[in-house]
């Protein structure tokens, strides 16, 4: 360990506030629950889980999206998203699609299934200002494609996007991101499962913002307790320890560098200027909101 490393540790937190979207979908949003809930570049995270159809089943019929990209990681269930264009991906147990909406898309996101349980999670992530407009892209990663490794105190590591150092030594490269620095906002994002009384040490890039979000269990950091359906935002530092409660825990670790960068968002459109977004409103309008630009 570097003598001059510093360890991060638990600043405040934000509570999962159960809400709705789409047709109806039942969710908890704790990143952008409110506007001065957002962490740079992040500016939101629903999690959804649920075992009751009723609760999901009407799904994300058609709906726009300009100037950010948005990441859904299904841990149980089955999701079809369907856009514009035509392309139609299955998002399936364990999989997680990467969604660049940029100057814009519109899709939807449907519920392959009439029963059984539906979880997991949506980031969305900030695009600066100079890739708003580019062109939408997708990258759909089946639960096959996403590093996973067994930890030595009995826990697991899913990687989907940045670095993580191994104890060892070794270097573990995620779907997304697996060089850092490909990305402007260089994004870190890890499902990490722990047995009760374990610790885990990970690496967090100094200089970015990062919060870890336990949905099963409740953890320690810094001997702060951070409570189940809470996103812990994390002070700056270098590394992160991490201790499991009583009971065992699953938990996501996010971390990105900060575009530093005005937000105004309207609903599904996020830019920089109030002028740009009634230019997004006035693009879906009158039919555009895909071709401006191109």
Same mark, same amino acid.
């Given at each position: 360990?570097?003598?001059?490393?510093?360890q991060?540790?638990?600043?405040?937190?934000?509570?999962g506030?159960?809400?709705?979207?789409?047709? @109806?979908?039942?969710?908890?949003?704790?990143?952008?629950s409110?506007?001065a809930a957002?962490? %740079?570049?992040?500016?939101?995270l629903?999690?959804? /889980?649920? %075992?009751?159809? /009723?609760?999901?089943?009407?799904?994300?019929?058609?709906?726009?999206?300009?100037g950010f990209e948005?990441?859904?990681?299904?841990?149980?269930g089955?999701?079809?998203?369907?856009d514009?264009?035509?392309?139609v @991906?299955?998002?399936?147990?364990?999989?997680?699609?990467?969604?660049?909406?940029?100057?814009?898309?519109?899709?939807s996101?449907?519920?392959?299934?009439?029963?059984?349980?539906?979880?997991?999670?949506q980031?969305?992530?900030n695009?600066?200002?100079?890739?708003?407009?580019k062109?939408?892209?997708?990258? &759909?990663?089946?639960?096959? &494609?996403?590093?996973?490794?067994a930890? %030595?105190h009995? /826990?697991?590591?899913?990687?989907?996007a940045g670095?993580?150092?191994?104890p060892? @030594?070794? =270097?573990?490269?995620?779907?997304?991101?697996?060089?850092p620095?490909?990305?402007?906002? %260089?994004?870190l994002?890890?499902?990490l499962?722990?047995?009760?009384?374990?610790e885990?040490?990970?690496?967090?890039?100094?200089?970015?913002n990062?919060?870890?979000?336990?949905?099963?269990?409740?953890?320690?950091?810094?001997?702060?307790?951070?409570?189940?359906?809470?996103?812990?935002?994390?002070?700056d530092?270098?590394f992160i320890?991490?201790r499991?409660?009583?009971?065992n825990?699953?938990?996501?670790?996010?971390a990105?560098?900060?575009? @530093?960068?005005p =937000?105004?968002?309207?609903?599904p459109?996020?830019?920089?200027?109030?002028?740009?977004i009634e230019?997004?409103?006035? &693009?879906?309008?009158?039919?555009r909101?895909?071709?401006?630009?191109?």
């Amino acid at each position: 360990m570097n003598p001059g490393s510093k360890q991060r540790t638990l600043g405040r937190t934000l509570p999962g506030v159960a809400t709705s979207d789409g047709a @109806g979908v039942k969710l908890r949003r704790s990143i952008g629950s409110g506007q001065a809930a957002r962490l %740079d570049p992040f500016l939101m995270l629903d999690e959804f /889980g649920t %075992d009751n159809p /009723g609760d999901y089943i009407a799904g994300f019929p058609p709906h726009p999206h300009r100037g950010f990209e948005t990441v859904t990681y299904m841990i149980d269930g089955h999701m079809r998203h369907e856009d514009h264009l035509g392309n139609v @991906g299955h998002l399936k147990s364990g999989g997680v699609q990467w969604m660049t909406a940029g100057r814009g898309v519109i899709h939807s996101e449907m519920p392959q299934q009439e029963s059984g349980r539906m979880r997991g999670f949506q980031l969305w992530i900030n695009l600066p200002a100079r890739e708003k407009m580019k062109p939408a892209s997708y990258r &759909d990663i089946p639960a096959t &494609d996403l590093p996973e490794i067994a930890l %030595d105190h009995g /826990g697991r590591l899913k990687l989907i996007a940045g670095q993580v150092t191994l104890p060892g @030594g070794q =270097v573990m490269e995620g779907a997304i991101n697996s060089k850092p620095g490909t990305m402007v906002t %260089d994004p870190l994002f890890l499902d990490l499962s722990l047995p009760s009384g374990t610790e885990q040490r990970l690496d967090v890039p100094r200089g970015h913002n990062a919060f870890v979000y336990a949905y099963e269990g409740s953890v320690s950091i810094d001997g702060k307790t951070l409570p189940s359906q809470h996103a812990g935002i994390l002070n700056d530092g270098d590394f992160i320890r991490i201790r499991a409660g009583s009971e065992n825990v699953r938990l996501v670790l996010i971390a990105g560098k900060p575009l @530093g960068e005005p =937000v105004v968002q309207y609903g599904p459109f996020v830019m920089n200027t109030r002028e740009e977004i009634e230019q997004a409103l006035e &693009d879906y309008r009158r039919g555009r909101l895909t071709t401006v630009g191109a």
